[in-house]
């Protein structure tokens, strides 16, 4: 599942969409009163021994993305998008029934063929005013060129590029999109549609005058992808005449038209996706939008005075998501009848025992208005049990323009997106981040796919570890965590964080090319797993999700894998990963830590009873001093085995947390970010800490105790006698983190 968004380097952001949905208000309860460690695989009974041995409480399900399941498997939640819903409503039963019996919680995250479908619709809107702009702003979705028309701010309250009969001259009103890389989702011998929508008005009384019904008011001129090395080929063209903006009466009001279409009801302004596709790199997934010759021109033949508003693409899912929403039109123009489909989907499984949210992952930008409507339908036919839920860092793969973060968490707000569980993924280990030395080197004739791993000492190890933590590029956690916590804290909806962590490698990216780099994710050390789970929830995650549980073997020449927690027959456990580490054991003991603490700071039930967030520092970038502590001192070990030596550079996240029933108890949860793991007595990075606290902050009270909540190892001490700080001789082993209670 994660093919597309590993070769693609899909970007980490999302961006201000042009559409704006209004934010849905209504909330479901559902995963929000507790917390959850999970995975991304697939929920067969077969698995169950090893969901529970892992402490999994919660599970995405991929199901089945494709038309028809030929194979009926009651141990299976498989249907496709053109199977009657009777066909496997009886497996979905049994299987989410199955999930609650053995888990025993309502946590299934399901992809649906029915619900994905018309979400993964594509919906493209070119701006036509401020030509030669659109390459500085997010979204760039206009236009740089034109030779005629100037921009008005029209009677209706937008701005609109405008000619003028008798006044301008003709010519292109608009031509050379900017960001046009994203059509070639739909390639070459995919039976779809595209449809072009230019929102345009003319006079009303030249419209309503039979003398001009034929006169072509302007023509619209379509462009194929071409690639790198061809030229712009224009693949269709369509002439928009005085009568095309008439009804059925026939007559013409003078608004805004972008529908043209025939008796039946159609839009006559299509074309295929398989003539439009051409010039893209059909080898692999991705063409790149800088080699794009996209182009929708609208070209003015200066006889009829005209104003455009925009030009709008639809594929056809996006057509008849918005178009056709109660399935009025026949099978022949419309064959997807999204409408009925998403009812009774939602409808049949939304308050099934077992299941929690429909999911969708790995889109586009241009997918997002689909999205979001998909999103408003699931709520309004669950009566808001339930809802839509996507990865909130995707989306701008097919971009020129990357966006910032504020845009990304904005426009998802914007689509009421952002109002049960905000969902994200970062995957940090590429197979150019290196490796300490401590670790043995993978044996590359028999795991090819090692074969661009690098080793470095433990300080240059640790130094690439800070720097993709806590750097200030846009991709890195630092940038994206802080406003993830930022929108959890201040948001006034009940919103979870749920953080998908890398657990595996994908080495699929060499088969496209084995003598060139081609970017790939190397397996993580269980110690740089359990770093990013704490990370998440130093920032206040409620749910940590394993990416990926299950494994596979490509095999083409060289065997190349895509490891998880399984062997490559995903029934058998993976004891040992690429370094000889007991993989199994190690994340099994991790979740069993993280489920209690996320017990302890969540506890199953009321919501007044949780932890609430309040900030998170990382050390050695923001400094430690927050409210009750100033400072901290970390210590590592000298050849006796003693923690007398202190550390430079401090490689600490402190997440801090209130405690909403005792406003004297104080929490934060720390973790020790450096990761070299003890493979030889002494090697490793294992630290203790001594704490330094604002006196002033320790009120009421002269006696105070910090207490590590889980072990009970606890240190007492009087506030007015600390001028050495508070040491705690209990050590941190590499990437663990620990909930203090004060």
């Known amino acids: 599942m994660k093919k597309f968004k590993v070769l693609l380097q899909v970007s980490l952001s999302v961006i201000i969409v042009f559409s704006i949905i209004g934010k849905l208000n209504s909330q479901s309860g559902r995963m929000k009163d507790r917390f959850y460690i999970g995975g991304i695989s697939n929920m067969y009974p077969e698995y169950y021994w090893q969901y529970k041995d892992l402490h999994y409480k919660s599970l995405q399900e991929v199901g089945f993305w494709g038309d028809t399941q030929i194979v009926y498997d009651t141990n299976r939640i498989w249907g496709g998008f053109f199977d009657p819903l009777s066909f496997y409503l009886p497996s979905v039963t049994n299987m989410l029934t199955s999930w609650k019996d053995a888990i025993g919680e309502n946590s299934v995250f399901y992809f649906s063929a029915k619900i994905m479908r018309p979400a993964y619709g594509q919906r493209s809107t070119y701006q036509a005013e401020d ?117 059925s009466c026939p007559n013409y009001d003078g608004r805004y038209i972008e529908n043209f279409t025939n008796l039946d009801g159609e839009n006559i302004l299509s074309f ?88 969708i992952d790995e889109f586009y930008y241009n997918h997002l208005p689909c999205i979001a409507e998909v999103n408003r339908l699931i709520k309004q036919y669950s009566s808001n049990t339930t809802s839509l839920i996507c990865i909130a860092n995707s989306g ?19 689509l009421g997106l952002l109002n049960d569980v905000l969902w994200v993924d970062h995957y940090p280990f590429d197979d150019r981040f290196p490796l300490p030395t401590a670790l043995p ?175 998170t520092l990382l050390v050695n970038k923001d400094g430690a001093a927050y409210g009750y502590i100033q400072n901290i001192k970390s210590y590592y070990r000298n050849s006796s085995d003693q923690y007398l030596n202190e550390d430079a550079k401090k490689l600490w996240a402190i997440g801090f947390f209130n405690d909403n029933q005792n406003i004297y108890d104080k929490y934060f949860l720390i973790t020790n970010m450096r990761c070299v793991p003890e493979v030889t007595s002494g090697t490793g990075d294992l630290r203790t800490v001594r704490y330094y606290f604002n006196i002033n902050q320790l009120l009421y009270f002269n006696n105070w105790i910090i207490k590590d909540v889980l072990s009970g190892n606890q240190v007492t001490f009087d506030k007015n006698n600390i001028t050495d700080g508070v040491y705690f001789p209990y050590q941190f082993q590499p990437g663990e983190g620990k909930l203090y209670k004060i």
Request: aromatic share 14%.
């Open 441 to 615: 080197v993978p044996d590359v004739s028999k795991y090819p796919g090692t074969k661009r791993y690098i080793f470095n000492n433990s300080q240059t190890y640790n130094d690439a570890l800070s720097y993709r933590y806590e750097g200030e590029e846009v991709w890195n956690y630092y940038n994206y965590y802080k406003k993830y916590s930022e929108l959890i804290k201040n948001s006034s909806t009940n919103l979870s964080l749920s953080v998908v962590i890398q657990g595996h490698s994908w080495e699929e990216g060499f088969l496209s090319n084995d003598a060139t780099p081609v970017y790939a994710l190397r397996e993580p050390t269980v110690e740089e797993q359990s770093l990013q789970a704490y990370m998440g929830m130093c920032y206040g995650a409620k749910q940590i999700m394993h990416f990926l549980h299950w494994s596979n073997k490509c095999d083409i020449g060289k065997y190349y894998y895509n490891w998880g927690m399984t062997k490559t027959n995903n029934q058998q456990k993976r004891d040992s990963n690429y370094y000889n580490e007991n993989k199994w054991e190690g994340v099994k003991k991790l979740d069993s830590i993280l489920t209690r603490i996320g017990n302890i700071m969540y506890p199953e039930g009321n919501l007044s009873e949780h932890l609430s967030y309040d900030k």
């Open 131 to 247: 030509v030669g702009t659109w390459n500085t702003k997010y979204p760039g979705y206009g236009y740089m060129g034109s030779e005629t028309g100037d921009d008005y701010d029209d009677s209706v309250g937008i701005r609109v590029k405008g000619c003028i009969r008798g006044v301008d001259t003709a010519g292109y009103m608009v031509y050379s999109l900017y960001e046009n890389g994203e059509h070639d989702v739909k390639r070459i011998d995919d039976n779809y549609k595209w449809y072009v929508k230019p929102r345009m008005r003319i006079p009303q009384d030249t419209a309503n005058n039979p003398v001009y019904a034929d006169t072509i008011v302007a023509i619209i001129e379509v462009y194929s992808y071409g690639g790198a090395d061809h030229p712009a080929k224009m693949i269709d063209t369509f002439k928009i005449k005085v009568k095309d903006f008439l009804n």
């Open 272 to 359: 295929s996706a398989d003539s439009l596709a051409q010039g893209t790199d059909t080898s692999g997934y991705y063409s790149s939008p800088w080699d794009s010759k996209v182009d929708y021109r609208v070209k003015w033949l200066g006889k009829v005075s005209v104003w455009l508003d925009y030009v709008r693409l639809d594929d056809e899912w996006a057509h008849f998501l918005f178009t056709d929403p109660n399935d009025q039109l026949p099978l022949s123009i419309n064959r997807w009848h999204f409408g009925q489909k998403i009812q009774q989907e939602v409808q049949a499984l939304s308050n099934l025992s077992g299941f929690g949210y429909f999911a």
């Open 396 to 414: 701008s793969a097919g971009l020129k323009k990357q966006p910032s973060i504020e845009a990304q968490l904005d426009t998802i707000d914007s």
